[in-house]
């Protein structure tokens, strides 16, 4: 048997928690495959005085997570502390600096730091993995660093927020309004006390920029994703998209071409016979599309205590197996700059939800402007007072004096930049009662 690895955990939350449950449930089974046994010898925490002592063994505990990082008894250093500053990149770089080696779930630091944390590690020779950090205990970082890794990557996808697919899936299944379905998930602890960083596709746009490097070989480019979040979705749009055949998703999408990389994360309709229109609550899933392989779907858990440290002691294990590799596939001097494509020369079908006055001549003028940008409709739907919900009259929106009809049109394909010059004319023009809703409709 070889020495134990020790290990330094920083962070005892869910998934700090669950990682030592994990270990002590199957030391010895990991012992034997491994031939060697993993043990937790330091650990730190904003808070000591919570009840958790009898998992802790003898763990050496540490006030400050950098003393921890820098701390000779263990070889390698978990930070599940969260957040992209502060103490957790402070530690990390500790224990990069100190030869040691990382395995972390915080993809906010990968983000905003992943390339200057990826080339200390290749300085020292010592590993940074972070599978936990993308869609909880789908092996989608293993997949595109090992499995792919000799096919060429044309498109990455998926749906990567919990909290959003959980809110859209109570909007569709249960006919909640977005507030309605928002509380729900935060009585479940699935949403925060201020859910904006979930909501408004912050979190989906920080796992998707670590997909963009590893399936592209670019640099990590958080800034470079265009991200629009869930909150003007209602519950119109839902019933109009379920009745025309799809189903809307906040998903976040990666292509590449020959003139660059298009990287958004947006609502967008799927057809409702997709599998990823099955994919509901707080499940998650991540689409590959690979020159030799296809597509592939991987479909799990996204979060949570005991899936996200599963995650993290994949990554253990690769250690103990001595396996040591550029955390981005490449080395960070040979990941290419990021060439964004400008989201305006995007190309496909849309969804146009508009609250058009009920006015002579009102939709005439409206297809006029769709006409003057060479938008061609597939179809136009008007649906009269009532049909929203049912049973109801239609009232005029907020501010408006008189009463308006919802108007659901779906375009051919067409480019952005036409679609939205059409639709800033038609605000202009006074015709309908509240900005027009666009949605992508995504062909997958």
Known sequence: MSEPLTLGVAGLGTVGMGLIQLLEAHAERLEKT????????????????????????DATWFDDPVALAKDPSNIVFVELIGGEDGPAK??????????KHVVTANKALLAR??????????????????????????????????????????????????TCNFILSEMTDEKR????????????????????????????????????????????????IHVEGIETITRADIEAAAELGYCIKLLGVAVQSAEGIEARVTPVLVNEESPLAEVSGVTNCVGIDA?????????????????????VASD??????????P???????????????????????????????????????????????????ESIVQRRPGAVHPGQPDEPPPGAAEAAVTVIILTHDTTEAAIRAALQAIEKDGKVAEPPQMIRIEEL
């Open 316 to 325: 253990i294990v690769d250690i103990a197996r001595g396996i040591v590799m």
């Open 291 to 311: 020159d030799f392989v296809g597509n592939l779907l991987l479909v799990g858990p996204g979060a949570g205590g005991k899936p996200t440290a599963s995650a």
């Open 90 to 99: 402070a530690a990390v770089e500790a224990a990069l600096k100190a030869g």
């Open 34 to 57: 491994l031939g060697r046994s993993i043990r937790v010898t330091g650990v730190s925490a904003r808070s000591r005085g919570k009840a958790r002592d009898a998992l802790l063994g």
């Open 177 to 224: 309004d977005f507030a309605e379905a928002l509380r729900e998930a935060q009585e479940k602890g699935y949403a925060e006390a201020d859910p904006s960083f979930d909501i408004g596709g912050f979190d989906a746009a920080h796992k998707l920029a670590l997909l963009t490097c590893l399936a592209f070989g670019t640099s990590v480019a958080c800034d470079e």
């Open 113 to 162: 730091h992943g390339a200057a944390l990826a080339r200390l590690a290749e300085e020292h020779g010592v590993a940074l993995n972070f599978e936990a950090a993308v869609a909880g205990a789908i092996p989608v970082i293993k997949t595109l660093r090992e499995t792919l890794v000799a096919n060429g990557v044309r498109r990455v996808y998926g749906i990567l927020n919990g």
């Open 327 to 377: 955390p981005f596939i490449r080395p960070t001097d040979r990941l290419a700059p990021v060439a964004p494509m400008n989201l305006t020369s995007h190309q496909g079908n849309y969804y146009i939800r508009l609250s058009v006055y009920d006015r002579p001549g009102a939709m005439a003028a409206i297809t006029r402007r769709m006409s003057d940008e060479n938008v061609s409709l």
